[in-house]
């Protein structure tokens, strides 16, 4: 079940309540990412960040997955979906930033504004997925609701195609997308005649079979 925006109310912690929960939640990581309080009161960790993007990324390097289509010095790139990334971050980042952090990390070109961060949770025995405000600290989220990702999951997606500021796309991407929908379309086009070529051949052999001389 999708929501459309987060809107829990965001529960500020004394920073003794704050240690005490980053004791527990390092008591209770497996994969060795625990969090590390300072002594101003801001705390540092990790998030994973699962990737679910439907439309290409433009990266400014050619990268060894996925399929991409080259102009310039840039490249159309489809991302694998559900790839998986993983950012250490602090608990002043806000979602803006963390989105910000995660395109700089995959030299992604495209404009942040077209991206949105959503959290995955677990609530009453369905899967809620909530579109996180800008505002919103993502490592306090991990923070509150444990190291589990089965509890807890944030997910990278593009706006919904209503939400989609088409002016954040420069020409070169638009062009690129248009490529790529021309190279999906013929190849779709060649399975298809292959299919019909087959199924003829099949027709043929069979008819051949029925008309036979005995």
Request: net charge neutral; glycine share 4%; aromatic share 8%.
């Amino acid at each position: 079940k999708d929501v459309q925006k987060e809107r829990e109310p965001h529960v500020y912690l004394s920073k003794e309540e704050v240690k005490e929960k980053i004791q527990s939640y390092n008591s209770s990581v497996t994969d060795k990412l625990k969090m590390t309080l300072n002594s101003n009161g801001i705390y540092t960790g990790f998030i994973k960040v699962q990737m679910e993007l439907c439309r290409p990324i433009t990266v400014q390097s050619s990268l060894n997955q996925g399929r991409c289509i080259h102009s310039n010095n840039e490249t159309a790139f489809y991302l694998p979906n559900g790839y998986v990334n993983t950012l250490h971050i602090s608990s002043t980042n806000t979602v803006r930033e963390v989105i910000e952090a995660l395109l700089k990390k995959f030299l992604v070109a495209d404009n942040p504004a077209k991206f949105a961060l959503y959290k995955r949770c677990h609530k009453e025995d369905q899967v809620y997925t909530c579109k996180l405000s800008d505002r919103e600290h993502p490592l306090y989220l991990r923070l509150v609701a444990g190291p589990r990702t089965e509890m807890l999951s944030f997910v990278l997606r593009e706006h919904e195609t209503g939400e989609v500021m088409w002016e954040a796309f420069s020409l070169p991407e638009l062009q690129n997308f248009l490529r790529i929908l021309d190279k999906e379309e013929d190849e779709q086009l060649q399975i298809l005649k292959k299919r019909y070529a087959a199924y003829r051949d099949k027709l043929e052999e069979a008819l051949g079979g029925v008309w036979k001389p005995g």
